[in-house]
């Protein structure tokens, strides 16, 4: 027994939703297209988990971040889809796939079969277990990826309140959790490997401002080292975190962001995977040509670097979603996905963002301080290739952004640190 669609969008996530949104668009009929999704909820922002959905006050809740809220657009609700002819099926993860046959079949025993199959299944949290540490299963022991994780986590938090948190991981997961839990009045620490925070893309001297700021706010830093293991109480609470460098940290909480992977086993053996992730041409069509991947899990050409590359950003999400929508319905109209690669965070008072490519030489501009912007470009074989701004109006992200696009050669590195942002708007 089963059921059979034209298009099947395999995980509900950002990608999935905003894929729904471009088969409306280009007029899919009732009936044709299914998203299956392991999450109960019908796909969400999945950013707002780390930001709004922890505040004290008046936090984000469902229905209120469903897709496609972030990008301005439609609210795509259950009703939405149910409105649109599209079947969602919920709180059903998919557990094999046979991509010769185009099936799925589902955990409750379904056989789904598609024409046209979109990988969306993005990523998982890292597990400490991975690297060696035992206690992820400790009531108090927070990962944060889905919207179960963020409702224990948020339950974890209030009762918490006025304790000790220990977060492990300095990237987006910790440095976005530990400004949500001061805020919540509790006590932080950060614990991680690298000598600053948010290694993989600021330079020290970015990741100073933002260091300085967290440690006026009441936040510890213990870089250089990792946890070990923990201390549990009789109800196998976590009361301690034991560090490799011999100090231990008391915990009422425990927050884990030590980076992800992507969803990508069910498809091992049947598409050819890179870099991680399931491997697609510039229309997102993998080594298959009736499956696609978007999002997290699909490792992509980023055109503008010549490179395949897999993103972990929610633009990228929902590009790449749209792009493939477009590439199946209208195929001699779509060209190649020319992506620019856009990261952005906000914490506290902050927002920053950062277009293109960390990499080559960096020069950095202004100086922070109330009201006023702070940036950095990257120039790599004399070439603009990456584009920083904190504190930015609309405007001027949309300046690097535009100038980042286009490249432009840069001849003197200086003269970059004393236009600044002026450089860019020259472009
Ligand atoms: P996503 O993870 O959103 O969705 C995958 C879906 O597939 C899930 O619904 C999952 O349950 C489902 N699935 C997986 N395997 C399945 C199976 N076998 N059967 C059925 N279903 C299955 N980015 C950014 O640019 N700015 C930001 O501020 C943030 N903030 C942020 C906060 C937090 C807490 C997280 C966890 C992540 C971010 N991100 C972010 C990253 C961003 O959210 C991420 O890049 C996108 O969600 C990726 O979208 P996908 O649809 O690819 O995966
Ligand atoms: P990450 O890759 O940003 O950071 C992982 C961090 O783990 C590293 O910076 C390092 O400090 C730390 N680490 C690695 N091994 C460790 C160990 N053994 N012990 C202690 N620390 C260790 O990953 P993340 O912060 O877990 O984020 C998960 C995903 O969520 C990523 O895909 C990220 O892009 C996404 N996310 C993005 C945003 C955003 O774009 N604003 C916000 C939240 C989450």
Redesign the pocket.
């Known amino acids: 027994m089963g059921r059979a669609f034209v298009y099947v969008i395999?995980?509900?996530?950002?990608?999935?939703?905003y894929a729904a949104l471009e088969f409306t668009r280009r007029g899919v009929s009732d009936g044709e297209l299914c998203i299956?999704?392991?999450?109960p909820v019908a796909?969400y922002?999945?950013?707002?988990?780390?930001?709004g959905f922890l505040l004290p006050e008046a936090p984000a809740r469902l229905p209120s971040f469903h897709t496609c809220v972030g990008a301005n657009d439609e609210k795509l609700t259950p009703k939405w889809y149910k409105e649109h002819g599209i079947e969602l099926v919920l709180g059903?993860?998919?557990?094999s796939v046979d991509v010769r046959r185009k099936t799925l079949l589902?955990?409750t025993g379904e056989t789904i079969s598609y024409k046209i199959l979109i990988i969306?299944?993005?990523?998982?949290?890292l597990k400490l277990e991975e690297f060696g540490v035992e206690g992820s299963d400790a009531e108090n022991v927070c990962y944060?990826?889905?919207l179960g994780d963020?409702n224990r986590l948020a339950t974890t938090i209030k009762s918490s309140s006025n304790g000790n948190a220990v977060v492990i991981g300095g990237g987006?997961?910790g440095m976005?959790c530990a400004a949500s839990l001061v805020i919540n009045k509790i006590n932080v620490t950060m614990v991680f490997p690298e000598a600053h925070c948010m290694a993989r893309l600021f330079t020290p001297k970015i990741a100073s401002l933002y260091e300085d700021y967290y440690r006026a706010k009441g936040v510890k830093f213990v870089k250089g080292t990792v946890l070990t293991s923990f201390e549990f109480d009789e109800n196998k609470k976590v009361t301690a975190v034991n560090l490799k460098d011999g100090n231990q940290l008391p915990a009422d909480l425990v927050v884990v962001g030590i980076g992800?992977r992507p969803?990508t086993s069910?498809f091992e053996g049947q598409l050819t995977i890179e870099k991680g992730g399931i491997k697609v041409n510039s229309k997102m069509q993998s080594s298959d040509s009736s499956v696609y991947a978007?999002?997290?899990?699909?490792t992509f050409p980023v055109k503008i670097f010549g490179e395949m590359r897999r993103?972990?950003?929610?633009?990228?999400?929902r590009k790449s979603?749209r792009h493939a929508v477009s590439a199946i319905m209208e195929p001699e109209k779509t060209g190649e996905f020319d992506y620019l690669p856009?990261?952005?965070?906000?914490v506290f008072a902050f927002s920053w963002q950062f277009y293109g490519d960390p990499a080559g030489e960096v020069m950095h501009f202004g100086e922070y301080e109330d009201g006023k912007s702070f940036g950095a470009y990257w120039v790599k074989k004399g070439y603009l290739v990456g584009s920083f701004l904190e504190g930015g109006s609309k405007e001027d992200y949309e300046t690097i952004s535009k100038a980042t696009q286009l490249k432009p050669a840069v001849t003197d590195l200086e003269a970059l640190g004393r236009e600044g942002l002026g450089f860019a708007q020259t472009v």
């Open positions: 395999l995980g509900g996530g950002v990608a999935a939703g299956i999704s392991e999450e796909p922002e999945r950013p707002a988990l780390s930001k059903t993860r998919v557990k589902s955990s969306a299944t993005g990523a998982r949290a944060l990826r889905d963020a987006y997961i976005e992800i969803n069910l978007i999002g997290d899990v699909a993103l972990e950003h929610v633009d990228s999400a979603a856009f990261f952005y965070s906000r």
